[in-house]
């Protein structure tokens, strides 16, 4: 069973993740965007851990993660706040109020906070977005964490390929293949800091 | 809620209108434009959301909600938005229900849905109309 303490070190895990990688991040975003999907990313979650850090230690998982997503709506500004905003929001709701979630209740409340991005964003897997990691990634969920963090990495690079067809990115047409796209590049920091906070290596 | 749905009874309150857009000079002179061209009767309430909270180009949620309370008189806002991140945003908002009772995103062209949900509030219009005519606007070719 998972509780509120493992979701503040899944946040934690993704701060420093997008930390590491902010620059990288950022470079990706370059030629295909506005060259700001890591600093934008690196202000939401450093904004989520004080928020966290502020937050009643009593909070249910659920509660956790709907401030996470809360947070980053309000401090992120650009397209990737109100899309991880809503992913983690509708995870959040979807865990409901108890205190421990098994990792069967966990897989399914991310696959409805999947489902509200596609939803929100309009897109659908091959348009090169977070999808393309975030579907794939949360699937795997069913076979292990590990699995999760490599398919959703598997993910990100088969966007390089793709052609945009939404966001900034989709104004630039053909031009936007042989890209990686940095939203499905920091979607998979978000299940690969999960793989390390469920799976720790010296627990295998 | 959707763009199309009425606001919550209100008798004869104008329906509030909010422009979001990824920069705050944008959203104020847009305002500017559409107060100016529905002038000459009463005015619906109109209020700009553009920017980020620090003052750079972005969308800022606290921005859009507070835009949102201050033109709400009871008769529904309707909200429209330029780019990325102000539609998903306002979309995050409603799908949150964060936005007050009656609030819609209009789907509609920035400028000319401004300026014709503006006219058509001021005019007494509800929600449903001021969204209709905003729609509209996307009929009228330029080339």
């Known amino acids: 069973m998972r509780d509120a303490d493992f979701f503040r070190h899944w946040m934690a895990a993704v701060a420093a993740s997008v930390e590491r990688e902010a620059d990288r991040l950022t470079e990706l975003d370059s030629p295909i965007g506005d060259a700001d999907h890591g600093s934008n990313l690196l202000r939401g979650f450093t904004a989520v851990v004080a928020a966290l850090g502020a937050q009643p230690p009593t909070a249910a998982p659920g509660e956790v993660l709907q401030l996470a997503g809360r947070t980053l709506i309000s401090t992120v500004g650009g397209a990737s706040g109100p899309l991880y905003g809503t992913l983690l929001r509708r995870t959040g709701k979807a865990l409901g109020e108890s205190d421990e979630v098994s990792d069967a209740e966990l897989r399914a409340a991310l696959a409805a906070g999947v489902d509200a991005v596609a939803q929100l964003g309009g897109a659908a897997p091959g348009d090169k977005t977070m999808l393309d990691a975030l579907e794939p990634g949360v699937a795997a969920l069913g076979t292990s964490y590990r699995a999760a963090r490599v398919a959703a990495e598997n993910g990100a690079l088969a966007t390089v390929p793709m052609r945009a067809r939404k966001g900034r990115a989709s104004y630039l047409g053909e031009r936007s293949i042989g890209h990686q796209d940095p939203g499905a590049t920091s979607s998979a920091l978000l299940l690969g800091a999960l793989a390390d906070v469920a799976e720790p290596e010296g627990a295998r | ?143």
Request: proline fraction near 6%; aromatic fraction near 2%.
């Open chain 2, 1 to 143: 809620m959707t763009a199309g749905q009425e606001g919550p009874d209100s008798g004869n309150a104008l329906v509030g209108i909010v422009l979001v857009s990824h920069s705050a000079p944008v959203a104020e002179s847009v305002a500017e434009l559409a107060r100016e061209l529905a002038a000459g009767g009463p005015v619906a309430p109109v209020a700009a959301a553009g920017g980020t909270a620090l003052g750079g180009l972005g969308t800022s949620s606290e921005r859009i909600v507070a835009a949102a309370r201050e033109v709400d008189r009871g008769a529904g806002v309707a909200l429209l938005a330029d780019l990325g991140s102000s539609v998903l945003t306002v979309k995050a908002l409603l799908m949150e229900d964060e936005l007050p009772p009656g609030s819609a995103l209009l789907d509609a062209p920035f400028v000319e849905g401004a300026v014709a949900a503006v006219v058509t509030a001021s005019a007494g219009a509800p929600l449903a109309a001021v969204a209709a005519a905003a729609a509209e606007a996307y009929a009228y070719r330029k080339a």
